[in-house]
Protein backbone atom coordinates (compact mmCIF):
# COMPACT_ATOMS: atom_id res chain seq x y z
CA UNK A 1 0.00 0.00 0.00
CA UNK A 2 1.90 3.00 1.05
CA UNK A 3 0.79 6.66 1.57
CA UNK A 4 1.95 9.64 -0.27
CA UNK A 5 1.57 13.14 0.32
CA UNK A 6 3.49 16.53 -1.40
CA UNK A 7 3.22 20.27 -0.77
CA UNK A 8 4.54 22.52 -2.77
CA UNK A 9 4.30 26.33 -2.04
CA UNK A 10 3.68 29.44 -4.26
CA UNK A 11 2.83 31.78 -1.57
CA UNK A 12 5.47 32.40 0.99
CA UNK A 13 2.62 33.64 3.66
CA UNK A 14 2.47 29.84 4.30
CA UNK A 15 5.54 29.24 4.65
CA UNK A 16 5.01 29.08 8.41
CA UNK A 17 1.85 26.54 8.20
CA UNK A 18 4.20 24.26 5.76
CA UNK A 19 5.02 21.60 9.20
CA UNK A 20 1.11 21.62 9.83
CA UNK A 21 -0.60 21.05 6.83
CA UNK A 22 2.02 18.27 6.26
CA UNK A 23 1.31 16.58 9.27
CA UNK A 24 -2.49 17.02 8.81
CA UNK A 25 -1.92 14.86 5.19
CA UNK A 26 0.22 12.24 6.65
CA UNK A 27 -1.74 11.47 9.23
CA UNK A 28 -4.70 10.88 7.07
CA UNK A 29 -2.64 8.61 5.00
CA UNK A 30 -1.82 6.79 7.89
CA UNK A 31 -4.35 3.16 7.01
CA UNK A 32 -2.36 3.21 3.84
CA UNK A 33 1.41 2.55 6.09
CA UNK A 34 0.83 1.89 9.83
CA UNK A 35 4.44 0.82 10.17
CA UNK A 36 6.82 3.66 9.92
CA UNK A 37 6.71 7.45 8.57
CA UNK A 38 9.35 10.09 7.30
CA UNK A 39 9.25 13.96 6.40
CA UNK A 40 11.40 15.68 4.27
CA UNK A 41 11.10 20.04 4.88
CA UNK A 42 12.97 22.24 2.65
CA UNK A 43 13.71 25.36 4.41
CA UNK A 44 15.52 28.21 4.74
CA UNK A 45 19.46 28.61 2.89
CA UNK A 46 21.96 29.64 5.11
CA UNK A 47 24.63 31.11 2.87
CA UNK A 48 27.84 28.95 2.98
CA UNK A 49 26.15 26.44 5.46
CA UNK A 50 25.54 23.13 5.42
CA UNK A 51 23.17 21.11 6.87
CA UNK A 52 23.12 17.41 7.88
CA UNK A 53 20.60 15.36 9.27
CA UNK A 54 21.75 12.28 11.77
CA UNK A 55 19.86 9.52 12.87
CA UNK A 56 20.94 7.42 16.01
CA UNK A 57 18.93 4.72 18.10
CA UNK A 58 21.36 5.72 21.27
CA UNK A 59 20.85 9.25 21.23
CA UNK A 60 22.11 9.91 24.55
CA UNK A 61 25.61 8.72 24.17
CA UNK A 62 25.75 9.13 20.78
CA UNK A 63 24.87 12.99 20.44
CA UNK A 64 26.53 13.87 23.53
CA UNK A 65 29.93 15.30 22.85
CA UNK A 66 29.35 14.90 19.04
CA UNK A 67 30.32 18.88 18.54
CA UNK A 68 33.41 18.37 20.61
CA UNK A 69 34.52 14.87 18.54
CA UNK A 70 33.99 16.38 15.22
CA UNK A 71 35.98 19.44 15.88
CA UNK A 72 38.72 17.05 17.17
CA UNK A 73 38.76 14.48 14.06
CA UNK A 74 38.18 17.25 11.97
CA UNK A 75 38.90 21.02 12.64
CA UNK A 76 35.40 21.65 12.09
CA UNK A 77 33.01 24.14 13.71
CA UNK A 78 29.35 22.20 14.03
CA UNK A 79 26.48 23.26 15.96
CA UNK A 80 24.16 20.60 16.57
CA UNK A 81 20.56 21.39 17.50
CA UNK A 82 18.90 17.69 18.90
CA UNK A 83 15.33 16.76 17.48
CA UNK A 84 14.93 12.97 20.02
CA UNK A 85 16.41 10.40 17.77
CA UNK A 86 17.56 12.64 15.31
CA UNK A 87 19.98 16.11 14.97
CA UNK A 88 20.65 18.92 12.53
CA UNK A 89 24.23 19.30 12.37
CA UNK A 90 25.32 22.48 10.59
CA UNK A 91 28.63 23.34 9.35
CA UNK A 92 30.68 25.01 6.79
CA UNK A 93 29.53 24.05 3.22
CA UNK A 94 32.96 22.81 2.43
CA UNK A 95 33.18 20.78 5.76
CA UNK A 96 30.09 18.43 4.85
CA UNK A 97 32.12 15.93 3.11
CA UNK A 98 34.66 15.73 6.15
CA UNK A 99 32.29 15.64 8.26
CA UNK A 100 30.33 12.81 7.09
CA UNK A 101 33.90 10.84 6.89
CA UNK A 102 34.80 11.33 10.13
CA UNK A 103 30.91 10.14 11.21
CA UNK A 104 31.49 7.03 9.52
CA UNK A 105 34.65 6.21 10.97
CA UNK A 106 34.02 7.52 14.38
CA UNK A 107 30.11 7.26 15.67
CA UNK A 108 29.28 3.93 13.24
CA UNK A 109 26.14 3.42 14.85
CA UNK A 110 25.00 7.75 13.58
CA UNK A 111 23.55 7.46 10.70
CA UNK A 112 22.81 9.87 7.93
CA UNK A 113 19.22 10.95 6.53
CA UNK A 114 20.41 14.02 4.78
CA UNK A 115 22.60 16.38 3.61
CA UNK A 116 22.19 19.85 1.78
CA UNK A 117 21.63 23.30 2.20
CA UNK A 118 17.53 23.26 3.10
CA UNK A 119 16.99 19.83 3.54
CA UNK A 120 15.84 17.59 6.56
CA UNK A 121 14.77 14.66 6.69
CA UNK A 122 12.77 12.59 9.90
CA UNK A 123 12.01 8.96 10.26
CA UNK A 124 11.55 6.61 12.45
CA UNK A 125 8.93 3.61 13.15
CA UNK A 126 5.56 3.70 14.17
CA UNK A 127 2.37 5.68 13.65
CA UNK A 128 2.29 8.45 11.63
CA UNK A 129 0.92 10.57 14.41
CA UNK A 130 3.59 9.51 16.49
CA UNK A 131 6.26 9.94 14.63
CA UNK A 132 5.18 13.57 13.46
CA UNK A 133 4.58 13.81 17.25
CA UNK A 134 8.14 13.23 18.34
CA UNK A 135 9.91 15.64 15.99
CA UNK A 136 7.14 18.51 16.58
CA UNK A 137 6.86 18.67 12.30
CA UNK A 138 3.83 20.68 12.79
CA UNK A 139 5.92 23.42 14.03
CA UNK A 140 8.28 23.93 11.15
CA UNK A 141 8.33 26.23 8.17
CA UNK A 142 9.47 25.72 4.93
CA UNK A 143 8.90 26.13 1.30
CA UNK A 144 8.34 22.76 0.11
CA UNK A 145 7.77 18.95 1.63
CA UNK A 146 7.10 15.58 1.10
CA UNK A 147 6.30 12.91 3.43
CA UNK A 148 5.46 9.01 3.25
CA UNK A 149 3.23 6.49 5.64
CA UNK A 150 5.03 2.78 5.04
CA UNK A 151 3.29 -0.56 4.76
CA UNK A 152 6.30 -2.81 4.32
CA UNK A 153 6.88 -5.39 1.70
CA UNK A 154 9.92 -5.89 0.13
CA UNK A 155 12.47 -5.18 3.74
CA UNK A 156 12.32 -4.54 7.32
CA UNK A 157 10.35 -2.24 9.10
CA UNK A 158 13.21 -0.61 10.32
CA UNK A 159 14.09 3.20 10.19
CA UNK A 160 16.69 2.98 7.94
CA UNK A 161 14.16 1.56 5.62
CA UNK A 162 11.54 4.23 6.28
CA UNK A 163 10.80 6.64 3.24
CA UNK A 164 12.51 9.45 2.61
CA UNK A 165 15.16 8.17 0.56
CA UNK A 166 18.09 11.24 0.06
CA UNK A 167 21.03 10.12 -2.10
CA UNK A 168 22.38 13.05 -2.97
CA UNK A 169 22.57 16.94 -1.46
CA UNK A 170 19.02 18.51 -1.35
CA UNK A 171 17.40 15.41 -2.73
CA UNK A 172 14.72 12.85 -1.26
CA UNK A 173 12.18 10.70 -2.78
CA UNK A 174 9.31 8.60 -1.88
CA UNK A 175 7.62 6.04 -3.26
CA UNK A 176 4.77 3.75 -3.46
CA UNK A 177 4.98 0.29 -5.73
CA UNK A 178 7.37 -1.89 -6.56
CA UNK A 179 11.02 -2.04 -8.91
CA UNK A 180 11.29 -5.50 -9.81
CA UNK A 181 14.99 -4.74 -11.46
CA UNK A 182 16.55 -2.96 -8.38
CA UNK A 183 18.86 -5.68 -7.10
CA UNK A 184 20.74 -5.30 -10.73
CA UNK A 185 19.93 -1.80 -10.92
CA UNK A 186 21.72 -1.44 -7.24
CA UNK A 187 24.57 -3.45 -8.57
CA UNK A 188 24.84 -0.93 -11.35
CA UNK A 189 25.07 1.95 -9.13
CA UNK A 190 27.48 1.24 -7.08
CA UNK A 191 29.75 0.06 -9.51
CA UNK A 192 29.64 3.82 -10.38
CA UNK A 193 30.37 4.79 -7.14
CA UNK A 194 26.77 5.95 -5.87
CA UNK A 195 26.55 5.12 -2.42
CA UNK A 196 23.61 3.20 -0.99
CA UNK A 197 22.91 2.04 2.66
CA UNK A 198 19.93 -0.41 2.19
CA UNK A 199 18.07 -3.07 0.55
CA UNK A 200 15.01 -0.89 0.28
CA UNK A 201 13.95 -0.85 -3.86
CA UNK A 202 12.95 3.06 -3.68
CA UNK A 203 16.05 3.97 -2.24
CA UNK A 204 17.67 2.26 -5.79
CA UNK A 205 15.07 4.88 -7.22
CA UNK A 206 16.31 8.11 -5.74
CA UNK A 207 20.49 7.05 -6.01
CA UNK A 208 19.15 6.12 -10.11
CA UNK A 209 18.16 9.92 -10.16
CA UNK A 210 20.98 11.55 -8.11
CA UNK A 211 23.44 9.44 -10.33
CA UNK A 212 21.03 10.86 -13.54
CA UNK A 213 21.59 14.03 -12.27
CA UNK A 214 25.34 14.11 -11.87
CA UNK A 215 25.33 12.97 -15.50
CA UNK A 216 24.16 16.49 -15.87
CA UNK A 217 20.17 15.99 -16.47
CA UNK A 218 17.23 17.91 -14.60
CA UNK A 219 15.29 16.42 -12.54
CA UNK A 220 12.69 16.35 -15.18
CA UNK A 221 14.78 14.94 -17.60
CA UNK A 222 15.88 11.75 -15.12
CA UNK A 223 12.66 11.32 -14.30
CA UNK A 224 11.62 11.04 -18.26
CA UNK A 225 14.70 8.23 -18.44
CA UNK A 226 13.09 6.44 -15.18
CA UNK A 227 10.03 5.60 -16.93
CA UNK A 228 12.67 3.27 -19.41
CA UNK A 229 15.36 2.50 -17.05
CA UNK A 230 12.87 1.40 -14.17
CA UNK A 231 10.62 -2.11 -14.11
CA UNK A 232 7.54 -2.26 -11.81
CA UNK A 233 4.46 0.12 -11.30
CA UNK A 234 5.60 3.39 -9.61
CA UNK A 235 4.31 6.46 -8.18
CA UNK A 236 7.63 8.71 -6.99
CA UNK A 237 7.05 11.96 -5.37
CA UNK A 238 11.19 13.86 -5.71
CA UNK A 239 12.37 17.38 -3.97
CA UNK A 240 15.15 19.17 -4.71
CA UNK A 241 16.45 22.54 -3.33
CA UNK A 242 13.91 24.53 -5.38
CA UNK A 243 11.95 22.00 -6.96
CA UNK A 244 8.99 19.28 -6.25
CA UNK A 245 8.61 16.65 -8.87
CA UNK A 246 5.73 13.63 -9.46
CA UNK A 247 5.72 10.70 -12.15
CA UNK A 248 3.86 7.40 -12.22
CA UNK A 249 4.57 4.69 -14.28
CA UNK A 250 3.10 4.20 -17.73
CA UNK A 251 0.50 1.29 -16.23
CA UNK A 252 -0.43 3.51 -13.50
CA UNK A 253 -1.91 1.32 -11.09
CA UNK A 254 -1.16 3.59 -7.81
CA UNK A 255 -3.62 5.80 -6.98
CA UNK A 256 -2.29 9.58 -7.17
CA UNK A 257 -4.16 12.65 -6.95
CA UNK A 258 -2.55 16.25 -7.76
CA UNK A 259 -4.76 20.01 -6.87
CA UNK A 260 -3.23 23.70 -7.19
CA UNK A 261 -4.28 26.92 -7.05
CA UNK A 262 -2.98 30.29 -6.72
CA UNK A 263 -0.85 29.13 -3.42
CA UNK A 264 0.27 25.58 -3.80
CA UNK A 265 0.57 22.66 -5.63
CA UNK A 266 -0.31 19.72 -3.18
CA UNK A 267 -0.38 15.69 -4.23
CA UNK A 268 -1.51 13.01 -2.19
CA UNK A 269 -2.29 9.06 -2.97
CA UNK A 270 -5.88 9.48 -1.80
CA UNK A 271 -8.06 13.03 -2.16
CA UNK A 272 -8.42 12.93 1.73
CA UNK A 273 -5.54 13.77 2.21
CA UNK A 274 -6.25 17.36 0.69
CA UNK A 275 -9.32 17.88 1.71
CA UNK A 276 -8.02 20.32 4.73
CA UNK A 277 -5.65 22.29 2.64
CA UNK A 278 -6.93 26.06 2.13
CA UNK A 279 -8.83 26.80 -0.64
CA UNK A 280 -9.13 23.24 -1.54
CA UNK A 281 -12.67 23.86 -2.84
CA UNK A 282 -11.21 25.99 -5.63
CA UNK A 283 -8.62 24.03 -6.42
CA UNK A 284 -8.00 22.66 -9.91
CA UNK A 285 -7.80 18.91 -9.30
CA UNK A 286 -6.48 16.16 -10.96
CA UNK A 287 -5.38 12.15 -11.36
CA UNK A 288 -1.76 12.59 -12.85
CA UNK A 289 -1.34 10.68 -16.14
CA UNK A 290 0.89 7.72 -16.85
CA UNK A 291 4.55 7.99 -17.94
CA UNK A 292 3.91 11.83 -17.29
CA UNK A 293 6.82 13.98 -15.86
CA UNK A 294 5.21 16.96 -13.94
CA UNK A 295 7.26 19.54 -12.06
CA UNK A 296 7.22 22.79 -9.94
CA UNK A 297 10.70 25.07 -9.49
CA UNK A 298 10.59 28.17 -7.14
Same mark, same amino acid.
Given at each position: ???????F??????????G??? %???? /? @?????G #?DS? &???????????K???????????????????????????S??I????T???L???A??A??????????????R??S?????E????????K????????????????I????MA %???? /? @?????? #???? &???????H???????N?????L?????????????????????????????????????L???D?F?T?????????G??????????A?????????????????L???P?????????P????V?????
Amino acid at each position: MCGIVGLFLKDKKLEPELGSML %TDML /V @TMTDRG #PDSA &GIAIYGSDTDNKAKMTVQSDTPDEDFTGLDKAIKAATGTSVSISRKDTHAILEMDADAASAVRESLRETHPSIRVMSTGDTIEIYKEVGLPKDVAARFEVSKMSGTHGIGHTRMA %TESA /V @TTMGAH #PFST &GADQCLVHNGSLSNHNSLRRKLRRDGVHIETENDTEVGAAYLTWKMQQGSSLGEALESSLDDLDGFFTFVVGTKDGFGVVRDPIACKPAVMAETDQYVAFGSEYRALVNLPGIEEARVWEPEPATVYFWKH
